[in-house]
């Protein structure tokens, strides 16, 4: 009894002073700092909430700013610069879905989600054309050591002859195909239509699994290069016909299976000219002399209307 008349005691005094020095303070016991501590608790919770609801509302306000704002041209670098804005976690999603290609499974949908770049196509293409070019010269490397009389000499044209066709490949086919079906789109209503970029995107993505067909290409054994030349095909064709067939598939079938047949089509040509001019068993240059005449012999008697005249 008398720890607690000691205790209320304390707890009085303390009282007392506290009115002292804040008059309009009010007091509480320790009875009540249980229920005190509750209710600071759901204070707290309901500031949280209040705390979130406030972000949000920033973030709508920032998104209908940025809105308002006022696109760039496409003729400006600020356009483009946006589709150079991707990571790396994101380029290889990316190569991996042109790599390992299924029925039912959108790559513009899965993979880009409306965010199309020109990063990955643009490496792609380069590193395609690069690789191609350097294994060409490589094959001839050789085949001069297998066959000492097969002279070779460095190629250099091969970088730009590569780079030219991968690279006009990779946009004037997808700008062909992207007029067509905008063209097509007009007589279908029903009919769907990706973006120019996002076609460009399709068709660079889907040019990366002949980066490491290239490289085994160097292995001199025909009926080897022929298997995994068909193997890629397969892959990087079969991506783009799974990523045409929601958009064509509204249209008649004629038009849908002669669309796809050109794409597949165009598609073998390019692996077909890659593989005939990029890796020749023989440099060009490499032929058999043609047979020289030879002097007549002077012991071959000449004709007697053309005798040296003898003096008498």
Same mark, same amino acid.
């Given at each position: 009894?008398?720890?607690?008349?000691?205790?209320?005691?304390?707890?009085?005094?303390?009282?007392?002073?506290?009115?002292?020095?804040?008059?309009?303070?009010?007091?509480?016991?320790?009875?009540?700092?249980?229920?005190?501590?509750?209710?600071?608790?759901?204070?707290?919770?309901?500031?949280?909430?209040?705390?979130?609801?406030?972000?949000?509302?920033?973030?709508?306000?920032?998104?209908?700013?940025?809105?308002?704002?006022?696109?760039?041209?496409?003729?400006?670098?600020?356009?483009?610069?946006?589709?150079?804005?991707?990571?790396?976690?994101?380029?290889?999603?990316?190569?991996?879905?042109?790599? $390992?290609?299924?029925? !039912?499974?959108?790559?513009? &949908?899965?993979?880009? @989600?409306? =965010?199309?770049? %020109? *990063?990955?196509?643009?490496?792609?293409?380069?590193?395609?054309?690069?690789?191609?070019?350097?294994?060409?010269?490589?094959?001839?490397?050789?085949?001069?050591?297998?066959?000492?009389?097969?002279?070779?000499?460095?190629?250099?044209?091969?970088?730009?002859?590569?780079?030219?066709?991968?690279?006009?490949?990779?946009?004037?086919?997808? $700008?062909?195909?992207? !007029?067509?079906?905008?063209? &097509?789109?007009?007589? @279908?209503? =029903?009919?769907? %239509? *990706?973006?120019?970029?996002?076609?460009?995107?399709?068709?660079?993505?889907?040019?990366?699994?002949?980066?490491?067909?290239?490289?085994?290409?160097?292995?001199?054994?025909?009926?080897?290069?022929?298997?995994?030349?068909?193997?890629?095909?397969?892959?990087?064709?079969?991506?783009?016909?799974?990523?045409?067939?929601?958009?064509?598939?509204?249209?008649?079938?004629?038009?849908?299976?002669?669309?796809?047949?050109?794409?597949?089509?165009?598609?073998?040509?390019?692996?077909?000219?890659?593989?005939?001019?990029?890796?020749?068993?023989?440099?060009?240059?490499?032929?058999?002399?043609?047979?020289?005449?030879?002097?007549?012999?002077?012991?071959?008697?000449?004709?007697?209307?053309?005798?040296?005249?003898?003096?008498?």
């Amino acid at each position: 009894m008398a720890a607690a008349d000691e205790l209320a005691f304390h707890e009085f005094e303390e009282a007392t002073n506290l009115l002292a020095e804040t008059p309009d303070a009010a007091t509480t016991s320790q009875s009540d700092e249980r229920t005190s501590r509750e209710h600071v608790a759901v204070v707290v919770g309901s500031d949280i909430g209040y705390g979130a609801e406030v972000g949000e509302e920033e973030d709508d306000k920032t998104s209908l700013l940025q809105e308002e704002k006022p696109q760039p041209r496409f003729w400006t670098f600020d356009y483009y610069q946006s589709f150079f804005d991707v990571d790396t976690s994101q380029v290889l999603d990316r190569i991996k879905g042109s790599l $390992l290609p299924h029925p !039912g499974h959108n790559f513009v &949908r899965h993979h880009l @989600r409306n =965010r199309p770049d %020109l *990063y990955g196509p643009f490496w792609i293409c380069a590193t395609l054309a690069f690789v191609l070019a350097v294994t060409g010269n490589l094959t001839l490397v050789l085949a001069q050591r297998r066959d000492p009389s097969i002279h070779y000499s460095p190629q250099f044209h091969k970088v730009t002859i590569a780079g030219i066709t991968i690279y006009c490949y990779a946009w004037l086919v997808p $700008l062909a195909l992207w !007029g067509f079906l905008r063209w &097509r789109q007009g007589t @279908r209503e =029903r009919m769907g %239509l *990706y973006t120019f970029l996002e076609t460009v995107c399709v068709y660079g993505y889907s040019l990366f699994v002949f980066i490491p067909t290239v490289v085994l290409w160097l292995i001199p054994v025909q009926w080897i290069q022929w298997l995994f030349g068909a193997l890629a095909l397969a892959l990087s064709a079969a991506g783009l016909v799974f990523t045409l067939w929601p958009v064509v598939r509204e249209d008649t079938r004629l038009v849908a299976a002669a669309l796809l047949s050109t794409v597949v089509l165009l598609h073998a040509l390019l692996a077909l000219g890659c593989k005939l001019y990029f890796f020749q068993p023989l440099p060009l240059d490499h032929v058999v002399p043609a047979p020289q005449a030879t002097p007549p012999s002077p012991n071959v008697l000449l004709p007697s209307s053309i005798q040296p005249m003898t003096t008498s």
